[in-house]
């Protein structure tokens, strides 16, 4: 449907976006991965995309960029770009298919095993900063978020 000038206003209901809550998870979930990165950022001298592709490599053997894409919920075209430096830097390594070009599984390479040995107690250390900021909360928190985890990307409930 259009919306034209010709077309009758109804009333707008009371709406107030800073307590929708999908406004607040977008905005929160942004911030929470800001503050993540500013920790790793200089040190490592990763992105936000390239340290997801990083941590997702680290859980699987050899994946494609679009498992990837469709896992960390980042464009495929960035999970791409991400991957050639990750691949120019020595961290992950690409393998093409032989039958089909387009297709290439992606791992991580020993520097990349060694410097996500170096980035895991970063993450587990930032996890437990946001657990304390959570305090008692923290267990029906995560509870709410696996029960929101069921939302298909279509928006959809499962």
């Known amino acids: 449907m259009i919306f034209t000038a010709s ?60 498992d990837i894409h469709l896992r960390v919920d980042v464009e495929k075209s960035k999970v791409s770009r991400a991957a050639s430096r990750l ?14 070009r387009r297709l290439v599984a ?16 970063v993450a587990l250390s930032f996890e437990a900063d946001l657990e304390r900021q959570l305090g008692a909360l923290a267990g029906d928190f995560a509870v709410g978020l696996t029960a929101l985890e069921g939302v298909r990307r279509d928006g959809s409930l499962r």
């Open 7 to 66: 077309m009758p206003e109804k009333p707008t209901p009371a709406f107030d976006l800073s307590a929708f809550l999908p406004y607040r998870l977008a905005s929160v979930s942004g911030r929470i991965s800001r503050a993540f990165a500013a920790r790793y950022r200089d040190d490592f001298g990763i992105s936000i995309t390239e340290w997801r592709v990083l941590a997702h490599l680290s859980q699987e053997t050899a994946v494609s960029v679009r």
């Open 106 to 121: 992606l791992s991580l390479s020993p520097a990349g095993q060694g410097l996500m040995a170096r980035l895991v107690p």
């Open 87 to 100: 691949e120019a830097a020595g961290l992950i390594t690409k393998v093409m298919n032989d039958t089909d």
